[in-house]
């Protein structure tokens, strides 16, 4: 046999994907270049991971079977594995080899007992190596010759480590599998790193060579494409010290100051440079979905490519192909080290550390990265916890961090500052005041009693379209009807909607918002909207979540000196204490805001007043930040490389919420799959959280069916495009 094929339908020859996956490896080494510093001689153990790994699949029951679109029933990758034995390195380098290239597909928990099976090795590896032999020529006259070759155009020399002895036919069935594994149980520890790199490198280049890619993406240089956009003459003078800044820092800069541009140029400062641009992956890290979509949006008028622009959260495939991106290829990649810039949730990056998916390849991205972290102040005590924990690993691994908030209380701040030593810059206060454009007005009482009377002051005072902000989606669905009910044009808007209503909603505001008396919105109109309202009524919040609010209203009012009027309300409902806790931040924040009554809000006094508003409940936070750091410390002191852990379930049950169809969806979703257009399904699912996933099954018992042939979940709640999901029974809830 002359020819094997790595993949077929269509036909993907093995030299060929073994030159493509080379390609990717040698950009990787070029752009990489701080990889070497794992081993001495890495890349050589790379380049031979990558050229034997599929070499079981020549196997003429591979090929035959493949070419008829049928499943072979059995792993290349241990065929594969056995070839490491013709290696010319010691025992160490070939098992590093060996063991990359059986993980590939499979984590050791999968293969490791049948692999030790004496039935399995003797009997079914026996045949399937005889499989293989019946195309040793294509192996010897073919593949062999071609490494040389391979040599030279990787490393500009020949390296000779791979030499089939004339007894190769014999001794690949004598392969000891055992010993490999019980070498890895000896030595996993020591070799932790290497074995972290080289499955991690070796999974990305075969899923870039197969996805069609030959290298991975750098950033060309930021200061230069932030000062085609800003000229260097106009940028602010954080920027320009961001720009200047070695090492980790911490920035507070009031909101519309430019953190964006500060974050970018910090960046810039803290790269590795060569010829052609940076190469260091940067992480851009949001609390949001949102958020995250609004800032790739914002990134990439500055990049223009989405190949050097990625997005990565729990619907970013949706948020593509809604967005007329090249969807399918693009979130592959974006998953994959290819992409320099990603703008991400932390939950992606969490991921790797608790074993979920390919984490190798996410911690061998995360080697000397950037990240930044903006608005790091909304994450719960628990998340708080985790990313600490992870920055305290990654600072082993040459990482630089950057933080951002309009809004950091100093609680937060010194945590980091005890873990990341960083330097901090602010705005002075005589500037920071410039961007001063609220004024507080506080308003005794409910928001039910005082919704009516403030609905037509502002209707009749020229204040509309106002913002309306309730802490929970019941009391949001609440005053929206009231609202309409007295005559008002309104829009409801929370995290309760569909994929789908949300993205329309947000479109028909930011295109049509004079359209609209009245926005009544929760929290998720903090930091996601990019429009600008002329007044709030706000129920009482965390005053930093409140500054979040007070942000959607003026938001350019600083640049001619023009103030607005914000209205916080004194009480909230019982329901409030559920969603903020402790909740003596949101009493002590209105008592703060009651001493400004009147007053203009001014940017210099709102990181102490923040700081403040959590005096009471700091010690608190503060012991549940590091209970929550150091129970995730012991549980990534247990993750290994090539193995699966318990922790992957641990993670989806934490951090992940629920999709959900309503029953009125239903026969649609099924329709787009049966299309084969299943990313549409996106448009009917709702997200909900577990906790309220909890509360709804407690309340109305059994109102969540699992479709098993589509994977879906449908609720017999009721679903209206403009109210979102109810906590209602839809009639007729008979699903299936």
């Excluded at 990717?24 to 752009?31: A, E, G, I, L």
């Excluded at 992956?281 to 949102?290: D, E, G």
């Excluded at 990056?349 to 979920?356: E, H, L, N, P």
């Excluded at 699992?706 to 839809?730: A, R, S």
Aim: proline content about 4%; aromatic content about 12%; hydrophobic content about 40%.
């Amino acid at each position: 046999m002359k020819v094997c094929m790595a993949k077929f339908n269509p036909n993907y020859f093995l030299e060929c994907h073994i030159n493509d996956a080379l390609n990717v490896m040698k950009s990787m080494k070029n752009t990489l270049q701080w990889i070497s510093e794992v081993r001495e001689n890495f890349w050589e153990l790379l380049f031979y991971s990558i050229i034997l790994h599929d070499l079981g699949k020549c196997s003429k029951g591979f090929q035959e079977k493949g070419a008829k679109g049928d499943g072979w029933g059995y792993r290349h990758e241990i065929l594969s594995t056995a070839f490491t034995e013709f290696l010319d390195y010691d025992e160490e380098d070939r098992n590093l080899i060996a063991l990359a290239i059986l993980t590939h597909h499979k984590y050791l928990n999968d293969i490791s007992a049948p692999t030790k099976a004496e039935e399995f090795v003797w009997l079914s590896y026996l045949e399937r190596v005889d499989e293989l032999l019946e195309n040793s020529d294509y192996v010897k006259e073919v593949f062999m010759p071609k490494i040389p070759y391979w040599e030279f155009y990787v490393f500009g020399k020949a390296i000779k480590k791979f030499k089939l002895s004339t007894e190769w036919k014999s001794k690949i069935k004598e392969y000891n599998f055992d010993g490999l594994l019980n070498w890895y149980d000896r030595n996993w520890k020591k070799y932790k790193k290497e074995l972290f790199f080289l499955k991690g490198l070796l999974n990305a280049c075969d899923h870039l060579s197969s996805a069609g890619e030959i290298s991975v993406r750098i950033l060309p240089l930021i200061d230069e494409t932030v000062s085609f956009k800003i000229p260097r003459e106009e940028w602010r003078p954080l920027q320009k010290l961001a720009n200047k800044t070695i090492g980790n820092l911490i920035i507070r800069a009031p909101t519309g100051y430019g953190k964006t541009e500060c974050a970018l140029l910090w960046a810039d400062a803290n790269s590795f440079k060569n010829k052609n641009g940076i190469s260091n992956r940067i992480f851009y890290i949001l609390p949001y979905r949102s958020s995250i979509n609004a800032m790739h949006e914002r990134i990439l008028e500055y990049f223009k490519s989405p190949e050097l622009v990625g997005v990565l959260h729990s619907s970013s495939s949706y948020y593509l192909y809604a967005s007329n991106f090249e969807y399918k290829r693009l979130s592959s990649l974006y998953h994959k080290i290819f992409t320099p810039l990603k703008v991400t949730t932390p939950f992606q990056i969490m991921k790797a550390f608790f074993g979920v998916g390919f984490f190798e390849m996410t911690l061998s991205e995360l080697e000397n990265a950037l990240l930044i972290f903006d608005e790091i102040h909304v994450y719960e005590p628990n998340i708080l916890g985790i990313i600490i924990a992870m920055l305290e690993i990654l600072k082993e691994h040459s990482i630089k961090a950057l933080i951002m908030s309009a809004t950091l209380p100093d609680f937060i701040e010194e945590l980091f500052i005890e873990l990341l030593n960083p330097k901090k810059i602010e705005v002075p206060s005589n500037e920071a005041d410039y961007f001063t454009r609220h004024r507080i007005k506080i308003v005794d009482g409910e928001i039910e009693e005082n919704i009516q009377n403030f609905a037509d002051k502002f209707k009749n005072g020229n204040l509309t379209p106002a913002l309306i902000t309730c802490n929970t989606v019941d009391k949001a669905i609440e005053i929206n009807k009231l609202l309409k009910s007295l005559g008002y044009r309104v829009m409801l808007f929370h995290g309760r909607f569909t994929y789908g209503d949300r993205e329309r909603l947000e479109r028909k505001l930011r295109e049509n918002l004079d359209m609209y008396d009245f926005v009544v919105a929760t929290q998720v109109v903090e930091v996601s909207l990019d429009i600008s309202f002329k007044t709030i009524l706000s129920e009482p919040a965390p005053l930093d979540a409140l500054v979040q609010r007070f942000g959607r209203v003026n938001r350019q009012g600083w640049r001619d000196g023009r103030i607005s009027d914000v209205y916080v309300l004194t009480k909230g409902s019982e329901n409030d204490k559920k969603v903020y806790k402790p909740y003596s931040v949101v009493e002590d924040s209105i008592k703060i805001l009651q001493n400004l009554n009147e007053k203009e809000l001014k940017e210099s006094i709102l990181p102490d007043l923040v700081s403040k508003s959590y005096n009471r409940a700091k010690n608190e936070l503060i012991g549940e930040i590091k209970k929550n750091k150091n129970t995730a410390l012991k549980l990534f002191e247990n993750l290994q490389p090539m193995k699966k852990t318990e922790s992957e379930e641990r993670f989806y049950s934490m951090f992940n919420g629920l999709d959900v169809i309503p029953k009125r969806y239903y026969d649609k979703a099924i329709e787009v799959i049966e299309k084969g257009k299943g990313i549409e399904i996106h448009k009917y699912l709702v997200p909900l959280s577990y906790w309220k996933y909890s509360a709804l099954q407690n309340k109305f018992g059994n109102i969540f069916d699992l479709d098993p042939k589509h994977k879906i979940i449908v609720t017999d709640l009721k679903y209206d495009p403009e109210l979102g999901l109810l906590d209602e029974i839809e009639s007729n809830a008979e699903i299936f």
